[in-house]
């Protein structure tokens, strides 16, 4: 586990992937509460990428 | 239900007695300032800084005043109300920011209280013992802020034209002066606890704003699906790259607009020193932790241009578009607390941003160039006013020049800005690139993002055709490439012909967070 937590940060990394690629996420379906899918998912990134930044500030020890 | 529609303008006595009350709060608040978390304003560290002694919470309530500026209040919804989903990216580039800051920043912070720096540049000067390098990172920092300054005095500007001061006689300009005057006057004599106390002010009230705005509005205009199917037949008519989704040739300035943007934010210097004024750099990462939350709260503005669309809001000038919305969608009195919320966002980062150049200014330009005998008690003074002379300047930049003037510049600031990225976030981490190779590469990505940006009639695109495909490329991220690029090629020659590089003032443990405390 010590040695894994030195790689913690490479989860900072994930949030990029995802909004970069952004063919994937520009369509309509699903919608989520009358919003199309391309405005849920950078929404929720917005979530997701705090959330992961907040593991690794737990967990890290560099 | 449809909203009234028109010029958008609306004189109403109650909407300005409500943003005069605010207004008057939050200077009285500004001058009261200088008691809060007392320090002797007479060092730089304290006017310029804070004494370096802000938590989590106000560091948090800083940042986001800081860095949510009522320009983008008002440029983000224009841009939606205008073109639709590529305005979005503001969304991508704001979830890139913060893990960049909570890996960088807290090093930077480390570092420079470690040695007394209260700049970017005075890191740069340090670590690679160069004033040539420390000179171009200031002056890159001066050139991008005072653009951007002028920007919040155009939103602050729109605000004023919304609450239709001109049906009084007035003028454009009198209010403006007005309300630069005391805000010049509150900084010089509080410094960054001005900004930073009415920063929880503007913060609560644009958040009272904002939920008002996407719960009631949508609410009358029979709900978020019939919001975006107005926008999308808005945009149908309209033709052209337009839509609530993005056109394929949008992809990849949408996806580099959002990463280039995000890698320049930190380096302005209004950020820099938001950022330094904190405690320590865990009140750091956990800001980065928790300012997204300022992120929910853009997008969700961002959204008020669909919202201006359905309602049938219609305004030649986009930027007019979330001022008009308010007026259509809210009695006078909530309309000017409203206001009063964007005026405050347009203030408090001036502030910021005209402290942040003032130290830039006093320290890596005016100290190593002009006079390098100042005492400390001389470079709190000189610092206090270059911060009214930047203001002076852009009041005079926005009250003479176009205001297109302005937008262009910023443009430019942003390309600008992300160009002192090799310098400062890699030295954080190495000192393998010499300084004379980054001040090569520093030149080369000046030269070459200025002149693509005036070549494709400073847009901040460049495009790449290969046969039908269109790749555009945000400018800024192309010349920060050629950046690297020289930088990497040119630092063993530099090493050849200058075996000895300048001394670095710092070591490996300084980067580290002290072990208590």
């Known amino acids: 586990m010590g040695r894994l937590r030195r790689f913690l940060p490479v989860l900072l990394l994930i949030p990029f992937i995802a909004l970069l690629w952004v063919p994937f996420y520009n369509r309509t379906q699903p919608m989520l509460a009358g919003f199309p899918f391309f405005y849920v998912w950078q929404f929720a990134w917005v979530v997701l990428a705090a959330l992961l930044t907040w593991v690794v500030h737990r967990g890290w020890r560099a | ?517």
């Open chain 2, 1 to 517: 239900m449809t909203l009234p529609s028109g010029s958008g303008v609306r004189f109403d006595a109650t909407a300005l007695g409500v943003f005069a009350f605010f207004f008057v709060l939050v200077t009285v608040l500004g001058f009261f300032a200088a008691r809060w978390r007392r320090g002797d304003l007479s060092q730089l560290h304290e006017w310029g800084l804070g004494g370096r002694r802000f938590g989590a919470f106000v560091t948090w309530f800083l940042l986001g005043g800081d860095l949510y500026t009522a320009y983008t209040l008002i440029a983000v919804p224009a841009l939606v109300y205008a073109i639709g989903a590529y305005g979005f990216f503001a969304m991508p580039y704001t979830v890139f920011v913060y893990p960049i800051v909570f890996l960088t920043m807290p090093r930077l912070w480390n570092a420079c209280r470690k040695h007394g720096w209260i700049t970017s540049a005075d890191f740069v000067e340090g670590r690679y013992g160069s004033r040539g390098l420390a000179l171009a990172v200031a002056v890159t920092g001066v050139l991008a802020t005072m653009p951007y300054i002028a920007l919040q005095l155009v939103g602050l500007e729109k605000v004023f034209e919304a609450m239709g001061l001109g049906a009084l006689g007035v003028g454009r300009e009198t209010p403006l002066i007005v309300a630069f005057v005391i805000l010049a006057l509150y900084t010089y004599s509080s410094g960054l606890r001005a900004p930073a106390l009415i920063a929880f002010v503007k913060d609560a009230m644009l958040y009272i704003t904002v939920i008002a705005a996407v719960v009631i509005i949508p609410i009358k205009l029979g709900g978020y699906g019939a919001v975006f199917d107005a926008a999308e037949k808005a945009f149908a008519a309209k033709g052209g790259d337009t839509g609530v989704l993005l056109k394929p040739d949008q992809y990849w300035s949408f996806a580099t607009l959002a990463l280039g943007s995000a890698f320049a934010l930190f380096l302005y210097p209004h950020a820099t020193t938001a950022t330094l004024s904190a405690d320590g750099p865990q009140t750091i990462r956990r800001n980065a932790v928790w300012l997204p939350a300022y992120s929910i709260m853009l997008g969700l503005v961002a959204l008020l241009g669909y919202m201006a669309l359905a309602a049938h809001v219609d305004v030649k000038d986009g930027s007019m578009a979330v001022p008009a919305l308010i007026n259509a969608s809210f009695p006078p009195w909530f309309a000017g607390f409203c206001f009063a919320a964007i005026a405050l966002g347009a203030l408090v980062p001036a502030a910021i941003m005209s402290i942040g150049a003032a130290n830039l200014f006093t320290r890596n330009i005016w100290r190593p160039y002009v006079n390098n005998q100042l005492s400390n008690a001389q470079e709190s003074r000189i610092a206090k006013n270059i911060s009214l002379l930047v203001k002076f300047g852009a009041l005079l930049a926005v009250l003479y020049l176009p205001t297109k003037f302005a937008i262009d510049l910023q443009l430019l600031g942003g390309i600008w800005m992300l160009q002192i990225f090799p310098a400062v976030i890699c030295g954080l981490y190495t000192r393998w690139l010499r300084a004379s190779a980054l001040l090569l590469g520093w030149l080369a990505g000046m030269v070459l993002g200025s002149a693509l940006a005036w070549q494709q009639g400073l847009k901040p695109v460049y495009t790449f055709v290969f046969g039908d495909a269109h790749y555009g490329i945000y400018i800024g991220l192309l010349a920060l490439a050629v950046n690297f690029a020289v930088s990497i090629l040119a630092t063993p020659i530099a090493a050849k012909l200058k075996r000895e590089s300048q001394p670095d003032r710092t070591q490996a443990l300084d980067y580290q967070d002290a072990a208590a405390g």
